[in-house]
């Protein structure tokens, strides 16, 4: 592939909810431009930027691919991204690579949950937009009810560029507003569109919005809004110019139109891209550090060189695949570049251009341009390379905490020897998945932002690194604690043939504050229990605190007080004060109205507006407590406080519940007081348990 300089090059990610058509849609430009030789489909499993076999058979986009360009002496990187809520987490981490968004609006379905959370994300980083109405040639599509819905989403300056010719299966090309100027497509999907005059039925809706257009373009720019006034409109050369700015500034979101499976269209937003969106070049300084001092870069090739490395893919051949983005200066075949996290030296040998799943090979890479690199030693996503000297470190992405997590078991001996390696590889490729075992339950769990993103990853285990693990949902990390306070003795005295064991102490028990977990405080006066043995004491405690009480959860948020005892100079040990602080705890927690705890999360879910009834009586049901409502837009916001065992099922009730267009997330935020009637059950559950696992010791 051709090098080219940051000034020819355009980072567009083509984001949007799922199924609004943009891998159809980027395999359409991709034909049009000639970098396939035919119109490759999603249902066929043959397109350039859905290649994974997880994607290929479930036929959604997992994770963000990139291809390149080629159009009129420039080149486009399209980033094509995820669109479901559990795999949105890339999309956040692929548009640190952007430089421009193009949203893309199903003309059936309009805005939708995940359009606007990808729109949020836009607008974190500062890109600016531009609006795609896509699938337009559907059934019951309608580009004037979907502009409508995208201005009371997205405000007024989202104002049309183009507009369709002809409705639903008779949808044929688009008109541009700008050149006033008619551009229709055959039926055979190739891409090239023939010029013409505007339709007579569509001239007077065309010079209405054309008006439309060129009043908001001049509204942000003096000279041209004195050009209007004057003259009534803008020229051609001055629109496209105000437009530029306009966008760049993010005042105007262009929209346009489009059917990516018979690409309608195609030719025109490859124009609208290398017209309109800003080069690399055109964009701010970019912010990194140097130790604790803030440094700037200009994106331009005379400066040091540096990368980001914005995504790592793990690829069963080339090993570990790593994406960056040459924010300065020029990135050479075979260069040395410091990583600025563990300051390792990398060494860059074949960089590529990024094509779906193939590297072209390139000799260099000029700032601003998208490239990938395979098997660097210690380089992770997130990390920054620099030129030996010119040390920076570009901010990282924060994502979110996964909402859900799974437990994972090997299915035999060798599955487990292999199951930690493989998914150390896993989570090098996937920043926002877990693991982690947990201290309480002793189980291993794989947390990700739904239950279909656990799946996947098990499925990739199986069919990458033929590693076979069972998930199952994860034991609730309940807890036990005490509502009331006891004064109790623990006496320990065993007599044998030889030395005897002798151990005595007196105990008061009081509960503390909620997250405050244990407190041990010594009032021994007089040495009634030797200096020696007082640590017996507490370890005792904690040991069998440990264990539990009522159900085998930990005993937290409980204070004890030692204040007396006795001894025997010869008897008394270690061991036997450890024994006689065990009988104390457990006369203790008799008196002292032992309760069971549960953990508490703060739950938020995203969902459009008509489901909120359903879903706050949902919450309800979930013993949740509504803590909050807001509304973006079409999308309701519910903020709740829930069990975490009754969450354990919600991904797939609220995919059930919403046609699958809603999202959430949640993170834990108290422990609180498990009612009578579920804490029976659990206790009950729990010895039936320990009944089970005795039996079969025996």
């Known amino acids: 592939m051709k090098v080219y300089e940051g000034a020819d090059i355009r980072n567009v990610g083509l984001v949007g909810h799922g199924h609004s058509g943009k891998t159809s849609l980027a ?119 979907t502009l409508e819905n995208v201005q009371e989403v997205f405000g007024r300056t989202a104002i049309p560029v183009q507009l369709p010719v002809g409705v639903e299966r008779d949808f044929t090309g688009v008109v541009d507003l700008v050149r006033m100027k008619a551009y229709t497509y055959t039926a055979d999907g190739d891409g090239k569109a023939t010029e013409s005059d505007i339709p007579a039925n569509l001239q007077a809706a065309a010079q209405a919005a054309h008006e439309a257009l060129v009043e908001m373009v001049a509204e942000g720019n003096d000279s041209l809004m004195e050009e209007f006034f004057d003259q009534g409109t803008l020229s051609v050369e001055h629109i496209l110019q105000g437009l530029k700015q306009g966008i760049a500034e993010r005042r105007i979101f262009p929209v346009l139109c489009a059917a990516g499976l018979r690409n309608i269209g195609s030719e025109q937003i490859l124009e609208f891209c290398v017209e309109n969106f800003p080069s690399p070049l055109e964009r701010k300084q970019v912010t990194g550090r140097n130790g604790d001092r803030e440094v700037t870069r200009q994106v331009s090739d005379s400066g040091p060189a540096s990368a980001f490395v914005f995504k790592t893919v793990a690829d069963t051949f080339a090993g570990r695949v790593t994406y960056f983005k040459v924010l300065s200066g020029i990135v050479k075949n075979d260069a040395n ?43 992770l996503t997130g990390d920054t390379l620099y030129d030996k000297g010119s040390p920076i470190a570009y901010p990282a992405v924060k994502l979110p905490e996964p909402s859900i997590a799974y437990a994972v078991s090997a299915k035999s001996r060798n599955d487990e020897d292999r199951m930690g390696n493989a998914i150390a590889r896993i989570l090098e490729e996937d920043q926002s998945l877990r693991f982690y075992r947990d ?83 010594d009032e021994i006066f007089g040495g009634s229990v030797p200096r020696q043995y007082i640590p017996a004491v507490e370890k005792g405690i904690i040991e069998t605190a440990e264990r539990g009480y009522l159900a085998g959860y930990p005993v937290v948020d409980f204070k004890v007080t030692l204040y007396d005892g006795s001894y025997h100079d010869v008897d008394s040990s270690e061991m036997a004060f450890k024994l006689a602080a065990r009988k104390a705890f457990r006369a203790a927690m008799e008196q002292a109205r032992p309760a069971l705890l549960e953990p508490v999360m703060n739950v938020e879910v995203h969902a459009p507006v008509e489901f909120a009834g359903d879903l706050m009586g949902d919450m309800n049901g979930r013993r949740g407590r509504i803590s909050g409502m807001d509304v973006k837009g079409n999308t309701q916001i519910i903020k709740a406080q829930v069990p975490m065992a009754e969450m354990l099922s919600y991904q797939n009730d609220l995919t059930s519940m919403t046609q699958g267009r809603a999202s959430f997330s949640m993170e834990l935020d108290h422990y609180d007081y498990v009612p009578a009637q579920q804490a029976e059950k659990i206790i009950a559950a729990a010895k039936a348990a320990k009944t089970g696992e005795e039996e079969v010791e025996e």
Request: net charge neutral; hydrophobic share 40%; aromatic share 6%.
């Open 439 to 521: 201290a309480q339950t002793k189980e291993f769990l794989l947390a990700g932002t739904g239950q279909q993103h656990v799946e996947v990853v098990v499925s990739r285990l199986k069919k990458r690194y033929g590693v076979d693990v069972d998930l199952h949902a994860p034991k609730i990390p309940y807890r036990e604690t005490i509502r009331g306070t006891a004064d109790v003795q623990g006496r320990h005295k065993k007599q044998t043939g030889g030395h005897g064991q002798f151990g005595d102490c007196w105990i008061r028990m009081e509960p503390l504050p909620r997250g405050e977990k244990f407190q041990f405080v």
């Open 337 to 379: 570049l410091i990583n600025s996290r563990s300051s390792a030296q990398e060494r860059l040998s074949h960089i590529g251009a990024l094509q779906g799943k193939t590297l072209p090979p390139v000799q260099e890479l000029h700032a601003g341009d998208l490239g990938a690199v395979a098997k660097l030693k210690d380089t």
């Open 27 to 145: 395999a359409g430009l991709l034909f049009t431009a000639g970098v396939t030789n035919r119109l490759t489909r999603v249902d066929e499993g043959n397109t350039i930027t859905d290649f994974d076999d997880e994607e290929i058979q479930r036929k959604i986009t997992i994770s963000t691919a990139i291809a390149a360009i080629e159009w009129k002496r420039s080149k486009i990187n399209l980033l094509d991204t995820p669109g479901f809520n559990i795999f949105i987490n890339d999309t956040l981490a692929s548009l640190a690579a952007a430089d421009a968004a193009l949203v893309v609006v199903d003309a059936v379905a309009g805005v939708e949950v995940q359009t606007e959370k990808v729109w949020e994300f836009a607008g974190r980083f500062s890109l600016p937009c531009a609006v795609l109405i896509n699938r337009l040639d559907r059934e019951r599509s309608s580009f004037e009810r």
